[in-house]
Each structure stands twice: as C-alpha cells, then as structure tokens.
C-alpha cells in the first residue's frame, strides 16, 4: 500500500493536468458538436510546454501508456464476435496483404535509400504495424549496433508524429473519397500507426467507424508475432546470433484484455449496465490519453535527423494509404 501510495504522489500532477484536458474537451465537443479525441490533442499540444516538466512527466506518461491501454481494453465491451463475423474476409486479406507489402516496399526503400535494411525493417514494420509498441519491440528482437538506440528513438518519434498528422487528415481522406461507415473504419483502422490515433479518427466520425477501426488495428497488432520472428531471423543471419536483451511481449496485454472482453461479451455474460458503464470510463480514458499523447508531442525533436530518414518514413505511410484505399477499391 505505501509503495502505491507514492506511485500516486508521483503521477497525480501529469494525471490531472492530462484530466482537465479531457474535461475541457468533453465539454467544447458537447456545445460544438465536434469531435471530442480532436479536442483533447489540440488541448494538449497547446500545452506541450508541461510534457517535460519533471513534476508532471510521470503522470503524463501514464495517461499515455497505462491509461489508454484501460480505455482500449473496455473497449471490448462494444464489439461481438458475430460484428466481426459480419465484416467478412476483406479485412482480414486487407491486413495481412498492407502489412507484408509495406515491410517489403520499406526495406527495399532503406536500401536504395543507402541505409541498412534493418533500419527499413524497424521503420516499416512500425508504420505497418502499431507505432511506438512495434517499433520497441522490434528494437528488441534486432542485433547490437551502434546506431540502433539512435534508429529506434527516431522511428518512435517519427511514427508518432505521423501518427497524428493522420489522425487529423485521413477523415478528411475517408469524406473525399465518399467511404462508408465500414469502409472508413477499414481504412483508418488499416493505416494509422498507433492505436491511440486509430481510436481518436474513428470514433471521431461515428461509433461503428471506429468499432471496425478498432477491430482492424488489432488484427494488425497481432502481425506483430511474425514480423519479430521475421526480425529475429533477419538478425541472426546479419549478426551470427541473437542478444540477450530481455524483449516486451509478442502480443500487448490490451490487445489481450481486448479479446478476451469480446469475448465474454459474445456470449452475453456481461450485463447491459456493466457495459454502459464501461463504455463511459473507456471514452474518459481515451481522451485523457490523448490528451497526455498532445502534451508529449514535441515536433522539434524531427529537426535534427536530417531528411532522407524523415523522406523514408513519409513515403512509408504514403505507401500504406495508397494500398489500403487499392484494396477497399478492388473490393467492391
């Protein structure tokens, strides 16, 4: 209990900062009718000045982390197996089809580009994939090299960073193309890197736009098995051997509660009261996170890598939308 205590004393500031920007966009989006998730980034970019400072970092990285895995975890509570069922093949063949290609187009990329496919392989692999997490993950299971810190750090911010951008400009994508409620789930689902934003654009838009995105990012966060094995294997073969570092989990613990939360839903053993309930803390959750995911959002950090690394991951994530949008059009 006292060393719970003072893990609270130490996110309690970043907490509520991140709180109040859920709270301030909860209520613009009530008396503007605009969307709550973009309401809570803008909130919070407005105020990246408190991402970095030592008494509100913690909690803020909290919120980031811990709290939007909460929020997507509960959201297991809307979704059914027989929702899933009713989406068909597609977006199971749109998954594995996006991210097997996007690897490959990234590594060859890295390559012509001078740099080392590895480096295409951890860049790809966390556009492909689910940002952040895959790009940690991936770190983990690559070979010792001198510029891997340096490399991963980029592709974190760098992914991230993307991330947002298309948060904000693919609903704009989904309205030009005239998708519908599925399809654009489909799309940003398909093609924003991390889940928070993936979360933010879909139900931004409506709620069965952002179930069947939420569903369609968790399919992806499931390749994440085979690309590390791709990954380990390309490793060995480049170093002679793998290192000994410990590795994060295949398959994130929210994307595990997640599944499990469908499921028990499916067979109804979860009350209508329960879920409604959970509906409500997964919203607040979802938009302190982004909230905190704002306020950490420091865009200067890109300046000082130059631009073949920036060129590489943009025509990465161009690559990945262009595909998704093919597909969902060869589909109908």
Same mark, same amino acid.
């Given at each position: 209990?006292?060393?719970?205590?003072?893990?609270?004393?130490?996110?309690?500031?970043?907490?509520?900062?991140?709180?109040?920007?859920?709270?301030?966009?909860?209520?613009?989006?009530?008396?503007?009718?605009?969307?709550?998730?973009?309401?809570?980034?803008?909130?919070? =970019?407005?105020?990246?000045?408190?991402?970095?400072?030592?008494?509100?970092?913690?909690?803020?990285?909290?919120?980031?982390?811990?709290?939007?895995?909460?929020?997507?975890?509960? &959201?297991?509570?809307?979704?059914?197996?027989?929702?899933?069922?009713? &989406?068909?093949?597609?977006?199971?063949? &749109?998954?594995?089809? $996006?991210?097997?290609?996007?690897?490959?187009?990234? =590594? #060859?990329?890295?390559?012509?580009?001078?740099?080392?496919?590895?480096?295409?392989?951890?860049?790809?692999?966390?556009? $492909?994939?689910?940002?952040?997490?895959?790009?940690?993950?991936?770190?983990?299971?690559?070979?010792?090299?001198?510029?891997?810190?340096?490399?991963?750090?980029?592709?974190?911010?760098?992914?991230?960073?993307?991330?947002?951008?298309? =948060?904000?400009?693919?609903?704009? %994508?989904?309205?030009?193309?005239?998708?519908?409620?599925?399809?654009?789930?489909?799309?940003?689902?398909?093609?924003?890197?991390?889940?928070?934003?993936?979360?933010?654009?879909?139900?931004?838009?409506?709620?069965?736009?952002?179930?069947?995105?939420?569903?369609?990012?968790?399919?992806?966060?499931?390749?994440? @098995?085979?690309?590390?094995?791709?990954?380990?294997?390309?490793?060995?073969?480049?170093?002679?051997?793998?290192?000994?570092?410990?590795?994060?989990?295949?398959?994130?613990?929210? #994307?595990?509660?997640?599944?499990?939360?469908?499921?028990?839903?499916?067979?109804?053993?979860?009350?209508? @009261?329960?879920?409604?309930?959970?509906?409500? %803390?997964?919203?607040?959750?979802?938009?302190? $996170?982004?909230?905190?995911?704002?306020?950490?959002?420091?865009?200067?950090? &890109?300046?000082?890598?130059?631009?073949?690394?920036?060129?590489?991951?943009?025509?990465?994530?161009?690559?990945?939308?262009?595909?998704?949008?093919?597909?969902?059009?060869?589909?109908?």
């Amino acid at each position: 209990m006292g060393r719970l205590l003072d893990e609270l004393r130490v996110i309690w500031p970043g907490l509520l900062v991140s709180l109040i920007v859920a709270a301030a966009a909860s209520f613009l989006s009530e008396h503007y009718n605009a969307p709550l998730m973009l309401f809570a980034l803008l909130l919070g =970019m407005a105020i990246n000045f408190l991402g970095e400072h030592p008494t509100c970092a913690p909690g803020i990285a909290f919120a980031s982390r811990t709290v939007l895995r909460i929020g997507v975890a509960l &959201l297991g509570l809307r979704i059914t197996l027989s929702q899933i069922a009713e &989406l068909g093949w597609q977006p199971v063949v &749109l998954v594995v089809v $996006a991210v097997v290609s996007t690897v490959a187009f990234s =590594m #060859a990329a890295a390559k012509a580009m001078g740099f080392n496919k590895l480096f295409g392989l951890l860049t790809g692999g966390a556009t $492909a994939i689910c940002g952040a997490s895959a790009a940690l993950a991936l770190s983990a299971a690559l070979p010792a090299h001198p510029e891997k810190e340096r490399a991963t750090l980029f592709t974190v911010i760098g992914v991230s960073t993307l991330s947002t951008v298309a =948060m904000i400009l693919y609903p704009m %994508v989904v309205q030009a193309f005239a998708l519908d409620a599925s399809r654009a789930g489909m799309f940003l689902g398909g093609t924003i890197h991390d889940v928070a934003q993936v979360v933010g654009a879909g139900y931004g838009m409506s709620h069965e736009t952002g179930d069947t995105a939420t569903v369609v990012k968790l399919m992806r966060v499931a390749m994440l @098995v085979p690309v590390i094995v791709v990954a380990a294997l390309f490793g060995r073969a480049s170093s002679g051997g793998a290192n000994g570092a410990a590795r994060p989990p295949l398959l994130p613990g929210f #994307a595990v509660a997640f599944l499990g939360l469908v499921l028990l839903n499916s067979v109804g053993w979860i009350p209508p @009261v329960v879920q409604s309930g959970g509906n409500h %803390v997964s919203l607040w959750c979802l938009a302190t $996170a982004i909230g905190a995911i704002g306020v950490k959002t420091q865009l200067r950090e &890109l300046v000082d890598v130059g631009i073949r690394p920036v060129l590489l991951m943009v025509s990465e994530t161009v690559f990945l939308a262009v595909l998704v949008l093919l597909i969902l059009y060869l589909e109908t």
